[in-house]
């Protein structure tokens, strides 16, 4: 040992103790020093806090993550080769006792590790009769190295400028080892200081070749906290958080709904018995997942990613349940209507899905527990109209200067309607850097009424423009919902009052997805208009519109006729308040993903409105 004054670790610290089964006395749990000013620092100093350190690191590492190979790492596999009772030790890295092990040697052989490191091991003996289990292990223990005297002395750490060794070095040793006739590694003996992990078992026989075929990895691999590590679940986006809590919520409502849909018989359920089982089982299969989801996210099993792909395996099984209910319920009233409903749902959810986005997947399923939860005689119908109506103040936007805006939320719901609807509310903004104030989560609305909100708006100058998206959704039926934007540019006056609106939903890239089957069908593709009338008696309003499509379009493939790309209609005395209107695209079948902008303008007053679009299947 070298020329120390004292051990203060091994005769104070409980750490040696855990480290190394000898008893302390009186163990204390030291897990640092504090050199005090004007005094000598001894070598006990110095060596105690390097023990600490040292020590806590390997304690923590053994006790938490355990003995193994890391992730995408071949240390220490033992491979075969051509010459008899020899192997090939690969490099890496290995995590032993808490110790960390380095093999820098490209394919090094059992029989080559004395002159590699320094450490002899026996020569292999095949067995004499067939067969024979041998265990090959990793031996790791650390030795104290001088710079001259010791066999594996290092002249290096002499410094030739003062002539004398002034500290010596902990070094990390470590040897590839075989036990003949052994199976476990707690049937090796391991000397004091030395920490064993099993690589392989040989299954030897007497010809001394070790095969491949022989050769049985016991290395634990893919050690990796971070991979495996499960973080707590969180997600968020605007005025949506996930958590585990609410995520295991969104699943056991699932199950819930459907557990009562079946008890009361509205789950159209076929009264055969064996088109009955079918569809019982399908609608089991989604219940245990949806149960699992719920328990493996409350106790905090789930990540993201997780998260993600429960989100798919509960798409697939609410799929699988609506294709038994196809096959085996047709003829049921009702049910044709239910599965439009329900795959009309079920299709935002399943992009979103395959997306990775988990915010849109958790608010697509959460539109499905609130339609489903309600009974079908009670689901409203008709519409939701949200616009942005005035500002304060009545200028231009400018940094730092709060906007005051006041949101008008219009209950157009009917079937079976309430005296008042609740509509719950959210913003999002396309700029970070603008600050959006706090406001009301919810509106409540008188049937055929509206009610108003405020959102206060705080520009920032190094993002000049925002656009701002409220969205009023029905709770009863979260399927009907409205979903203004609006452009913010400092400098500008906000456009809000305007007497034309769209109050209609576009998709995640701002466009109206318009199907070619609506087109080409008898009704066309229905534009909702909404047009705010201010004066105190009916007004009369003409629209004239077109359908712009890029320079580049090839206006053949154009699913719209010639004569049904411009269109002029009129309304006439429309009371005072917010009136609803349509207009109708027609056209026959025609190219997918043609984009496009259909134009609206309107006259006394002069307003402009474009709306952009995409056809889809």
């Known amino acids: 040992m070298a020329n120390i004054s004292r051990d203060t670790f091994s005769l104070t610290n409980v750490m040696h103790q855990m480290l190394t089964g000898e008893q302390v006395g009186e163990p204390r749990h030291y897990v640092g020093l504090r050199v005090e000013q004007g005094v000598p620092v001894l070598d006990a100093d110095l060596n105690e806090a390097a023990d600490i350190e040292r020590v806590a690191a390997r304690l923590q590492l053994d006790r938490f993550f355990g003995d193994g190979i890391p992730f995408q790492n071949e240390g220490f596999r033992i491979t075969a080769i051509e010459q008899h009772n020899d192997f090939v030790i690969r490099p890496g890295v290995a995590l032993v006792g808490g110790m960390l092990v380095v093999n820098p040697h490209l394919n090094l052989r059992y029989t080559q590790q004395g002159d590699a490191h320094g450490t002899a091991v026996p020569d292999l003996v095949p067995p004499e ?187 697939e099984g609410q799929e699988e349940l609506l294709d038994a209910i196809e096959e085996h319920s047709a003829g049921i009233p009702g049910v044709n209507t239910f599965l439009t409903r329900y795959r009309t749902r079920l299709d935002p959810l399943r992009t979103r899905v395959e997306d990775g986005d988990l915010v849109g997947a958790y608010e697509a399923q959460s539109t499905i527990n609130s339609w489903l939860a309600i009974p079908l005689s009670d689901l409203p119908g008709g519409s939701v109209v949200a616009a942005f109506r005035e500002v304060v103040p009545e200028t231009a936007l400018a940094h730092g200067v709060m906007a005051v805006f006041t949101m008008e939320v219009n209950n157009q719901l009917a079937g079976n309607a309430h005296d008042e609807e609740i509509f719950d509310l959210s913003v999002e903004q396309s700029s970070g850097l603008w600050t959006i104030g706090e406001f009301d989560a919810e509106i409540a609305v008188e049937r055929n009424g509206s009610a108003t909100f405020t959102l206060e708006v705080v520009p920032h100058s190094a993002d000049p423009s925002c656009v701002l998206t409220v969205t009023a959704v029905s709770r009863r039926n979260p399927a009907i919902r409205s979903a203004p934007r609006i452009t913010l540019q400092i400098g500008a006056l906000p456009p809000v009052g305007r007497t034309l609106a769209y109050p209609g939903s576009f998709n995640d890239d701002g466009r109206i997805n318009l199907r070619v089957g609506q087109l080409s069908g008898p009704g066309g593709r229905i534009i909702p208009l909404t047009l705010s009338n201010r004066s105190t008696e009916p007004a009369d309003y003409e629209i004239e519109w077109f359908v712009e ?69």
Request: aromatic share 4%; charged share 30%; with cysteine.
């Open 129 to 315: 009769e067939d067969p024979r289990t041998d265990l090959v292990y990793l031996d790791v223990w650390e030795e104290e190295v001088a710079a001259s005297g010791h066999p594996r002395a290092d002249a290096r750490l002499m410094d030739a400028r003062i002539g004398m060794e002034t500290a010596r070095r902990i070094e990390r040793r470590w040897a590839v080892r075989v036990a003949p006739a052994t199976h476990a590694i707690e049937d090796v003996p391991v000397p004091p200081g030395h920490r064993t992990m099993a690589l392989a078992r040989l299954n030897r026989s007497a010809d001394g070749r070790i095969r491949s075929t022989m050769i049985v990895d016991e290395r634990r691999t893919d050690l990796n906290v971070a991979r495996y590590l499960k973080v707590p679940l969180r997600a968020a986006r605007g005025g949506t958080t996930i958590d585990s809590r609410s995520f295991a919520d969104l699943y056991d409502n699932l199950r819930r709904i459907l557990t009562g849909r079946i008890a009361r018989e509205i789950l159209f359920l076929p009264a055969a018995d064996h088109e009955r089982t079918v569809v019982l089982l399908a609608a089991q299969h989604l219940l245990q997942h949806s149960s699992t989801i719920a328990l493996q996210s409350r106790t905090h099993n789930l990540n993201r990613e997780d998260a993600v792909e429960a989100c798919r395996a509960a798409t």
């Open 549 to 617: 499509l890029p320079d580049d379009a090839d206006t053949d493939d154009w699913p719209i006729d010639e004569t049904d790309r411009r269109g002029r209609q009129f309304f006439t005395a429309l009371d005072p308040g917010v009136n609803h209107e349509v207009i109708s695209l027609r056209g026959p079948a025609g190219t997918v993903g043609i984009e496009g902008e259909l134009v609206l303008l309107l006259t006394d007053p002069e307003e402009e409105l474009r709306l952009p679009f995409v056809v889809i299947d």
